[in-house]
Nanobody, 130 residues
Framework: EVQLVESGGVLVQAGGSLRLSCTTSGFTFDDYTMGWFRQAPGKEREAVSCINTSAGSTIYKDSVKGRFIISSDNAKNTVYLQMNSLKVEDTAVYYC???????????????????????WGKGIPVTVSS
C-alpha cells in the first residue's frame, strides 16, 4: 500500500520558519520525482517545489525562491520542505506528491502539474499569522 504522510505543519507568525516532512512507503522512492504543492482557500492547488530524488536537482516556484528549501533523505524515503521567512500568503494546506510521469523541471512549477501526480499525501495545514 502506498502511503505519503505529511507532518510538521502548525501555526507560525510571519517571519518564522517551519519544516514539513513527508514520509513515504509502498513505492521505490528513488525512482520518483517528489514535490510539494499547496492549496489556499478558494484557490487552485499549485506546485511549490520539486526534487529529482536520484539526482538531487530542485526547482522552486518564484514566490518561494530564496525562502524554501526542498531536500530528500533517500535512506528514509522522506522528503522535506524547509520554509523560512514565512509570509501570510504562504498560508495553505500543503501536500506531498510523487510522480513518475514528469521530471522535476521548470514546467513542474509553471504549469498545472497536479494533474500528473501518481500519489498524494492527505495534506497538512500551515497557517502564518501577521
Amino acid at each position: 500500500e502506498v502511503q505519503l504522510v505529511e507532518s510538521g505543519g502548525v501555526l507560525v507568525q510571519a517571519g518564522g520558519s517551519l519544516r514539513l516532512s513527508c514520509t513515504t512507503s509502498g513505492f521505490t522512492f528513488d525512482d520518483y520525482t517528489m514535490g510539494w504543492f499547496r492549496q489556499a482557500p478558494g484557490k487552485e492547488r499549485e506546485a511549490v517545489s520539486c526534487i529529482n530524488t536520484s539526482a538531487g536537482s530542485t526547482i522552486y516556484k518564484d514566490s518561494v525562491k530564496g525562502r524554501f528549501i526542498i531536500s530528500s533523505d533517500n535512506a528514509k524515503n522522506t522528503v522535506y520542505l524547509q520554509m523560512n521567512s514565512l509570509k501570510v500568503e504562504d498560508t495553505a494546506v500543503y501536500y506531498c506528491a510523487a510522480t513518475l510521469q514528469i521530471y522535476c523541471s521548470p514546467g513542474y512549477v509553471k504549469y498545472n502539474s497536479a494533474m500528473s501526480m501518481d500519489y498524494w499525501g492527505k495534506g497538512i495545514p500551515v497557517t502564518v499569522s501577521s
